[in-house]
């Protein structure tokens, strides 16, 4: 059974970085496809960068240039890197692969 764990949450200011974890386990094989998404107090749960399983990418365009996800294999954890944060990255950023869901990861940009 595959699991998600996500860490590296936290508050900062505009123009800070943060990186984001999302350890994987159950899966033996191949990489699954992993994405985060994030949810706004008040809004619907968006897709924010996608990974697939032979390692391309593909970002929403609100933090294209800014966020790069990325796969450590050998630690069975994809990261997300969001540079130049703004108020408006503000959210809960969950991790997710196929049906499984992680806890969520809180990130408060403010100044």
């Known amino acids: 059974q595959v699991q998600l764990v996500e860490s590296g949450g936290g508050s900062v200011q505009p123009g800070e970085s943060l990186r984001l974890s999302c350890a994987v386990s159950g899966v033996t094989f191949r990489p699954l496809p992993v994405g985060w998404y994030r949810q706004a107090p008040g809004k619907q749960r968006e897709l924010v960068a996608l990974l697939s399983s032979g390692g391309s990418t593909n970002y929403v365009g609100s933090v294209e240039g800014r966020f790069t996800i990325s796969r450590d294999n050998a630690m069975n954890t994809v990261y997300l890197q969001m540079n130049s944060l703004r108020p408006e990255d503000t959210a809960v950023y969950y991790c997710?692969?196929?049906?499984?869901w992680g806890q969520g990861t809180q990130v408060t940009v403010s100044s």
């Open positions: 997710n692969s196929r049906t499984t």
